[in-house]
C-alpha cells in the first residue's frame, strides 16, 4: 500500500506565498498520476493539480491557473505545490493523491487510489 505524507501547509495572509510537499513511500502503477485536491469546511473535495510522473505534463484547476505551480521530483518520490498571490478562497486542507491515470484523478476524488491525511492552509485578509 502506497503510503503518502503531505508537509508544508500553515497560514499567511493574502498575497502570500506557501510550498506543500508530498512523499510517495513507493513509485509504482498507482503513483502514474499525482495531484493535489482540497476541501474547504461544508465543501466537497476537488481538485487543485496534478501531474503525469513519467512525462512531467500538468493540468490545473482554473480557480488557481497563474498562480499554482505543480512539481516533482521522480528520484525522490516526490511531488511539490508552489502556491502563489494566496486568497482567502484557497483556504482549506490540502490533500495528496495518487492515481493509476490522470484521466482517473480527473474524473474526481473517487477515483483516487491513495490519499495522504492532509495538511492544512489558511490564508486570512
Known amino acids: 500500500q502506497v503510503q503518502l505524507a503531505e508537509s508544508g501547509g500553515g497560514s499567511v495572509q493574502t498575497g502570500g506565498s506557501l510550498r506543500l510537499s508530498c512523499s510517495a513511500s513507493?513509485?509504482?502503477?498507482?503513483?502514474?498520476?499525482m495531484g493535489w485536491f482540497r476541501q474547504a469546511p461544508g465543501k466537497e473535495r476537488g481538485g487543485v493539480a496534478l501531474?503525469?510522473?513519467?512525462?512531467?505534463?500538468?493540468h490545473y484547476d482554473n480557480s488557481v491557473k497563474g498562480r499554482f505551480t505543480i512539481s516533482k521530483d521522480s528520484a525522490k518520490n516526490m511531488i511539490y505545490l508552489a502556491m502563489n498571490n494566496l486568497r482567502p478562497e484557497d483556504t482549506a486542507v490540502y490533500y495528496c493523491?495518487?492515481?493509476?491515470?490522470?484521466?482517473?484523478?480527473?474524473?474526481?476524488?473517487?477515483?483516487?487510489?491513495?490519499w495522504g491525511r492532509g495538511t492544512q492552509v489558511t490564508v486570512s485578509s
Open positions: 513507493e513509485s509504482g502503477t498507482t503513483t502514474r498520476c
Open positions: 501531474i503525469y510522473t513519467n512525462i512531467g505534463t500538468t
Open positions: 493523491a495518487a492515481a493509476r491515470t490522470c484521466t482517473d484523478m480527473l474524473r474526481g476524488p473517487r477515483y483516487v487510489d491513495h
